[in-house]
């Protein structure tokens, strides 16, 4: 079995400053690796994915990834964050041989002005 | 394209009613989810279903069952409501099951209360 932990529950950060979501899991397999943005009163979407290839994976609204095979992470990334980019980050794994996600318990980006 | 819709929006349910929470995609995907978000506990799978016509239950199906008729509908049912199903429900769907690296497409949610 997989699991996916997301190391912090809050993260409260200034606008422009950089951030770093953390993302750590565990897996007897090969996993495809997901991030989610949900922002406030909404669905979850996609962020960014990985799934083969070079391990840093650009997304959606600045953001990047990195994929760290032998420190089973998944860190997501942005240089410089917004007051838009308040939401709930999820991380996600997918072992090999399954096609239904594990999700970690969300971060929660919190950009004060 | 509206993707994934779901209603009701929100619903004040009291204990012991039934309840049905509709699901519809027009994006013709086969696989289909249904999530429930708790604070702090993140997203838990309830039941899923591969294709029309088969269903699988998920990490926590006590208390709720489902049923695929066709492609787009997803319908999720409480026979008889417990303040513990209180939870905001996200009904989800990809593209083709059995496939690792399809990500996951959304609806707005069901807030839902019990009392």
Known sequence: ?113 | IAGITQAPTSQILAAGRRMTLRCTQDMRHNAMYWYRQDLGLGLRLIHYSNTAGTTGKGEVPDGYSVSRANTDDFPLTLASAVPSQTSVYFCASSEQAGVPYNEQFFGPGTRLTVL
């Open chain 1, 1 to 113: 079995a997989q699991s996916v932990t997301q190391l912090d529950s809050q993260v409260p950060v200034f606008e422009e400053a950089p951030v770093e979501l953390r993302c750590n899991y565990s897996s007897s397999v090969s996993v495809y690796l997901f991030w989610y943005v949900q922002y406030p009163n909404q669905g979850l979407q996609l962020l960014l994915k990985y799934l083969s290839g070079s391990t840093l994976v650009k997304g959606i609204n600045g953001f990047e990834a990195e994929f760290n095979k032998s420190q089973t992470s998944f860190h997501l990334r942005k240089p410089s964050v917004h007051i838009s980019d308040t939401a709930e980050y999820f991380c996600a794994v997918t072992p090999l041989g399954s096609y239904i996600p594990t999700f970690g318990r969300g971060t929660s980006l919190i950009v004060h002005p």
